[in-house]
C-alpha cells in the first residue's frame, strides 16, 4: 500500500524544494483574503448543501440536508408509550460516556449526587479517545486568559457568547491541573514545566499534549476514576437514551434508554438530565469522510431539540484540513494538527507552498480545497481521490532526528500498518469532517431552556462560535462537563418532579402535521448504515 | 480499489464470505452483511474495541490486530474479543502512595508473571507488554508508565496471559501513580491558578467581553504572535 511511483515523482518534487522551504515562512492571509476565501471554498457556504427547518426551536434557520432529516424526524418512541413506571432511579443522569460525560459524571458525585451514566457504545468511545494533538490552557507565563479569549473568539468569527468562552479560558488552567492530580500524563520538560506548542489560530504556544494521544490519555484516566467510584456512579454500556421524559411542568425527568442488545427500553428517572452524547460526524455531511468515532450521530441533539431546546450555529460544521487522503483504508482519519505544530508545511503537486500551515481550521480547509479543486494542483491517488502533501519529514530536519517518533507515536504507527512511512515520505491529506461547530444553548452552568436539562461537549453550541480552535475541544468537555456536573447535582437537592408523560411527542406530532411534513425516517439514529457498502 | 477486483473468501466466526481484498477487517464485515455493535468503536486504532483473533488456513500459528486496522486476508479465520472480564480493582488515588508496596498490594498478582512474553505478541499496538510487567515486578512504576503509554486497553494481552494478569489495568494504574506522584508538578500552572481565582484578569476580560465586533477585530487582527 506504499505510494504509487507516479505519487514518487510529486514526492521527489516535495523533496526538491525542501531545504530551501525550512526558512520559509508562508505569509499569513489578511482578514479581506480570509473571508474571500471562506466563501468561495468552504463547504458551509455551498447554499445546495443546507435545507431550511420547518418545525421545531430554529424554524426558518439553516443547517445541512443530512442534519435537518434527522431533526424534522419522528421519535422512535411512540407518545402513549407508558413512562409512569420507574426502572432505574438517580439523582443525575448522564447520557453519553466521552470526556464531558465522564468529567459530569465525576463533578456531580463529589458533590453529592448518585448517578448514572449510559452510553451507547462502550464507555470511552467517544471522540475524546481519538484527539490527538492537544488541550489550550493558558499558563504560560508569556500568555495569559485574556489572550486566549481573544484567540477563542477571533477565531470563533465573533459568533461565540462571551460568557461561555470567558469560562472557558478562565477554568482552563484548573482543568490541566485537575487532570494532572488525577495522574494524567502531561509533556513536561524534567523541571515539570509543561511543554507547549502552537496550533491553528493561536497566538501564545498553548497546546498541552500526551505525546500525540493526548484525548486517549485523558479520557482513559476520566473512566478510570469513574470506574473507582463505582458505589456512587453506575456506568451502563450498549444503552442508548432514544427520548426524553418531561413532567407534566416542563422539567426534564429523565429518559427512555434502549438496551442496544435485547432492545428492551428502560425508563431512568432522574432529577437531572446531561446530555453528553457528542458531535455527528457519521451523519457525513455532504458526503465527506468522518474523523469521528461510530457513534457520532448527533443523537443529543434530536433529543433536545424535539423537547424544545434551541440550537446554536448548526449551519456550520468544522472540516478538518488535513484527513488522510490515503491509503484508502484510512481515508478521511484524523491526522493531528500537531503535524502542522511541530513545523510541516502544506504543499501542492509541483512541491511549493500555497498557505501558511498554522491559519484556522477553516481557512486552512478552505485553502486546501482550493488548491485541489480550483487549482487543478492536488495529487490524484489511484482509487480517484485527491489530497495535498503534509511533509511530516520537516519535523525531524527542525526539530532533530527522532522527534517525529517520539511526539507522533499514533500517527507513525496508523500509517505504517498501511506501508507507509511518514519519517521518510510526506503525508497525504485532503480536508474531513471533524466538528460540530454548534449544538445546544446553554448558560455558563450547562444548563438548557429546559428546566433540569444540562449538556456538556460537542453536543453544546456557542463556545466556539463559527468555527472551533484546536485544543478547545478537549478543554470545552471537561470545562462545561464539570461545571454542568456541579450545577446538577446541586439542582438535583431541590428539584421536585412531577408527573412524568411524553406530551412533548404529541405536541411534535402536532407541528410536523400544521407543517403538512410527512417524515419517513425516526431518530435518534443511533449508527451509521454501513452494511453492505465498502 | 476497482471495479475488477477478485474477491477472497473469509471466515467470520467460521462461515465463509467473499470479500474485497482491500478492505480492512471491520470493512469486510460490514460488507458482508453485520452491522456492527460490539467490536466497533473509534474505527481509527485508538479506542481498542475491536480486538481481533485470528488465523490463516494452513498456519497454526494464531494471530491478532484491531479489525479497524487491519486488511483482510485470504483464508482468514477471525473472531472478534469485544469484551474480556479482566479485573479492574479501585483505589483512591489521594489516599496511597508511589510506592512498589502499593502495586503489589492492589495487584498481588503481579508476582505472578512468568515473563513468558504472550502478551507481548498479543499486543496490536507493538507495546512490549512483557517488559512492562517486568518492571513492574521491580515496582518501578516510572518505567511502566512510560513503556505502557501507548495502550489502548483492549484487552487482548489479558485474554492470552497464563498467569491471568490483567496487564493493561496494571499499565493505568502505574501511570495514574506517575503522573499525580512522580512526574514534578507544573509550577506555572498551580500560580496561574492562583492569579485566575485572585481575579487578577476579571478587568481585561471583562472590557473585551464588552467590546463590539468591530473594536474586537481590530484587536484581533493586530494581535502579537509567539514566535516558534
Redesign the interface.
Known amino acids: 500500500m506504499t505510494y504509487t511511483p507516479k505519487m514518487y515523482e510529486s514526492i521527489r518534487r516535495v523533496e526538491a524544494t525542501r531545504s530551501e522551504r525550512l526558512s520559509e515562512t508562508f505569509p499569513r492571509l489578511s ?1 479581506e483574503e480570509k473571508e474571500e476565501l471562506l466563501k468561495a471554498f468552504h463547504p458551509d457556504f455551498i447554499p445546495e448543501a443546507f435545507a431550511t427547518l420547518r418545525v421545531g426551536p430554529n424554524k426558518g434557520r439553516r443547517t445541512p440536508h443530512e442534519l435537518a432529516a434527522v431533526l424534522e424526524s419522528r421519535s422512535i418512541i411512540s407518545s402513549d408509550f407508558d413512562v409512569s413506571r420507574t426502572d432505574l432511579e438517580t439523582d443525575v443522569l448522564v447520557i453519553g460516556g466521552g470526556g464531558a460525560g465522564s468529567s459530569a459524571a465525576l463533578m456531580a458525585q463529589e458533590n453529592g449526587a448518585k448517578v448514572v451514566l449510559v452510553t451507547k ?2 464507555h ?2 467517544a471522540n475524546t ?2 484527539a490527538q494533538g492537544g488541550i489550550q ?6 500568555d ?4 486566549h ?3 477563542v ?2 477565531g470563533g468569527h ?1 459568533a461565540n457568547d ?2 461561555l468562552v ?1 469560562a472557558l ?2 477554568d482552563a ?2 482543568v ?2 485537575w487532570l ?7 509533556d ?1 520538560k ?5 511543554v507547549t506548542i ?1 496550533g491553528g489560530g493561536t ?3 498553548r497546546m498541552h499534549s500526551a ?1 500525540d ?1 493526548s ?2 490519555e485523558i479520557m ?2 476520566l473512566r ?2 469513574v ?4 458505589e456512587d456512579i453506575f456506568v451502563l454500556e ?1 444503552s442508548s437514551a432514544v427520548e426524553l421524559i418531561l413532567d407534566d411542568k416542563g422539567q426534564c425527568v429523565g429518559a427512555i434508554v434502549e438496551n ?2 435485547t432492545e428492551e427500553y428502560r425508563i431512568v428517572r432522574a432529577k437531572c438530565t446531561i446530555i453528553a452524547t457528542g458531535g455527528s460526524g457519521r451523519l457525513h455531511y455532504q458526503g465527506f469522510a468522518t ?1 469521528n ?3 457520532a450521530t448527533g443523537d443529543g441533539l434530536v433529543l433536545a431539540y424535539r423537547a424544545g431546546a434551541e440550537l446554536l450555529h448548526v449551519d456550520t460544521m468544522q472540516y478538518h484540513p488535513t484527513g488522510a487522503a490515503f491509503p ?3 481515508l478521511g ?2 491526522v493531528t494538527e500537531k503535524v502542522r505544530g511541530l ?1 510541516a508545511q502544506v504543499l501542492n503537486v509541483e512541491g511549493v507552498q500555497f498557505v501558511n500551515p498554522r491559519e484556522t481550521r477553516d481557512v486552512e480547509a478552505a485553502a486546501l480545497i482550493r488548491e485541489c479543486k480550483g487549482r487543478s494542483k492536488g495529487v490524484v491517488t ?2 480517484g481521490f485527491e489530497g495535498v502533501w503534509l511533509d511530516s519529514p520537516m519535523i525531524d530536519l527542525l526539530r532533530g532526528a527522532g522527534t517525529v517518533a517520539r511526539a507522533l ?2 500517527m507513525v ?2 500509517f505504517e ?2 506501508g507507509v512511512d511518514i519519517v521518510k515520505d510526506p503525508i497525504l491529506v485532503y480536508p474531513t469532517l471533524h466538528y460540530q461547530n454548534g449544538g445546544i444553548k446553554i448558560d455558563v452552568d450547562g444548563a438548557t431552556e429546559i428546566p433540569n436539562l444540562y449538556a456538556a461537549g460537542e453536543v453544546v453550541g456557542g463556545i466556539h462560535g463559527r468555527n472551533r480552535l484546536m485544543g478547545n475541544s478537549l478543554l470545552d468537555i471537561n470545562v462545561f462537563g464539570r461545571r454542568a456536573g456541579v450545577a446538577a447535582a446541586l439542582r438535583a437537592r431541590e428539584v421536585q418532579p412531577g408527573k412524568p408523560t411524553l406530551q412533548h411527542l404529541v405536541e411534535w406530532e402536532k407541528q410536523l402535521q400544521e407543517a403538512d411534513l410527512e417524515p419517513p425516517d425516526m431518530a435518534p439514529v443511533l ?1 451509521p ?6 | 480499489m476497482s471495479e475488477k477486483e477478485e474477491l477472497i473468501p473469509i471466515y467470520i466466526m467460521g462461515k465463509q464470505y467473499m470479500v474485497p481484498p482491500s478492505l480492512t477487517i471491520q470493512k469486510a464485515m460490514e460488507y458482508s452483511g453485520y452491522k456492527l455493535l460490539r467490536g466497533c468503536g473509534c474505527r481509527a486504532g485508538f479506542c481498542g474495541a475491536c480486538g481481533t483473533l485470528y488465523r490463516i488456513a494452513g498456519d497454526y500459528r494464531l494471530k491478532i490486530g484491531l479489525a479497524c486496522a487491519t486488511m483482510v486476508e485470504p483464508n482468514m479465520y477471525l473472531t472478534q474479543i469485544p469484551f474480556f472480564p479482566g479485573e479492574h480493582k479501585t483505589y483512591k488515588l489521594d489516599k496511597i502512595t508511589a510506592t512498589p508496596e502499593t502495586l503489589f498490594s492492589i495487584y498481588p498478582e503481579v508476582l505472578r508473571c512468568l515473563q513468558c512474553g504472550t502478551c507481548t505478541k498479543s499486543c496490536p499496538q507493538d507495546i512490549d507488554v512483557r517488559a512492562y510487567m517486568a518492571a513492574a515486578m521491580r515496582g518501578d512504576i516510572a518505567a511502566v508508565a512510560d513503556k505502557s503509554f501507548d495502550c489502548i486497553m483492549c484487552g487482548l494481552c489479558a485474554a492470552r496471559c497464563p498467569a491471568e494478569e490483567v496487564q493493561y489495568n496494571i499499565g493505568i494504574l502505574c501511570r495514574r501513580l506517575y503522573g499525580r506522584y512522580i512526574a514534578p508538578r507544573a509550577q506555572h500552572l498551580a500560580e496561574r491558578v492562583e492569579e485566575i481565582q485572585a481575579g487578577k484578569y476579571d478587568d481585561e476580560i471583562a472590557e473585551l467581553m464588552a467590546m463590539g465586533k468591530e473594536d474586537l477585530a481590530q484587536r484581533y487582527n493586530t494581535r502579537d504572535i509567539e514566535p516558534d
Not at chain 1, 144 to 147: C, G, K, L, Q
Not at chain 1, 190 to 194: F, L, N, S
Open positions: 482578514a457504545l462502550r470511552g468511545d479517545m481519538m490552557a493558558a499558563d504560560q507565563p508569556q495569559s486568559p485574556t489572550i479569549y481573544l484567540d473568539i477571533g465573533y462571551p460568557g470567558e479560558v478562565k488552567p484548573d490541566i491541573q494532572e492530580g488525577m495522574g494524567a500524563m502531561f513536561k524534567p523541571d515539570g514545566t509543561m502552537h497566538s501564545r504556544k505525546r494521544y484525548g486517549a482513559r484516566t478510570d476514576e470506574r473507582n467510584r463505582s450498549f442496544m442488545e474523523t468515532h461510530y457513534g484508502e483504508q484510512i482519519l484524523l513545523g489511484p482509487s507515536p499514533a504507527r496508523q500498518r498501511f449508527f448504515d454501513y452494511v453492505g457498502k465498502r
